[in-house]
Antibody, heavy 115, light 108 residues
């Protein structure tokens, strides 16, 4: 069964850091681009970042560029989202999604940035 | 950056046909994905590349794309189709992976 499972969310103060994980199973991890998408409470979907087949193939939304970094560990079938200098507006559910079609999604992990 | 415009809500009676639109400048030249999201759940891909249907998605879900409007059509609507629906495209600009604002489908 093709599956993505996110973890690492929590409550954090503004300016602090958090690292999210997305573990893949049931498909050849190295063959797929993986995206991060977030959803603020009661709002729509917003793309955050992607990481491609090669470790240097990455892209970020303007709102997180310079603060967020994505990486992948092929030995662990896991993608990470390192989030620094967090802001209140970064609050939301963070999903990872497979492929440019975003055909498989994880259940999401919740990040709350609050003082 | 590229903007996708969806109506906030669409209402339809069970058994009827629902059409949800997604407007964008020359969107007909792009590949459009549609996602269904039910409350408390992750999004699910229901249409890819304008009109493709992933395995497991009922034939009642179909898509079209031309000019400045893409459309998701749901035939013989069921109560279980009540959800938020989002369109999505890739655009060669800042923030290239773009989602529409979402449409709430209400089944009366």
């Amino acid at each position: 069964q093709e599956q993505l499972v996110e973890s690492g969310g929590g409550v954090v103060q503004p300016g602090r850091s958090l690292r999210l994980s997305c573990r893949a199973s049931g498909f050849p991890f190295s063959d797929y681009v993986l995206h991060w998408v977030r959803q603020a409470p009661g709002k729509g979907l917003k793309w955050v970042a992607l990481i491609g087949y090669k470790r240097n193939d990455k892209d970020y939304a303007d709102s997180v560029k310079g603060r967020f970094t994505t990486s992948r560990d092929t030995s662990k079938n896991t993608v990470y989202l390192e989030m620094n200098s967090l802001r209140v507006e970064d609050t939301g559910i963070y999903y990872c999604a497979r492929d440019n079609r975003m055909d498989v999604w994880g259940q999401g992990t919740t990040v709350t940035v609050s003082s | 950056s590229y903007v996708l415009t969806q109506p906030p809500a669409v209402s339809v009676a069970p058994g009827q046909t629902a059409r949800i639109t997604c407007g964008g400048n020359n969107i007909g030249s792009k590949n459009v994905q549609w996602f269904q999201q039910k409350p408390g759940q992750a999004p699910v891909l229901v249409v890819y590349d304008d009109s493709g249907r992933p395995s497991g998605i009922p034939e009642r879900f179909s898509g079209s794309n031309s000019g400045n409007t893409a459309t998701l059509t749901i035939s013989r609507v069921e109560v279980g189709d009540e959800a938020d629906y989002y369109c999505q495209v890739w655009d060669n600009s800042r923030d290239p992976w773009v989602f529409g604002g979402g449409t709430k489908l209400c089944v009366l």
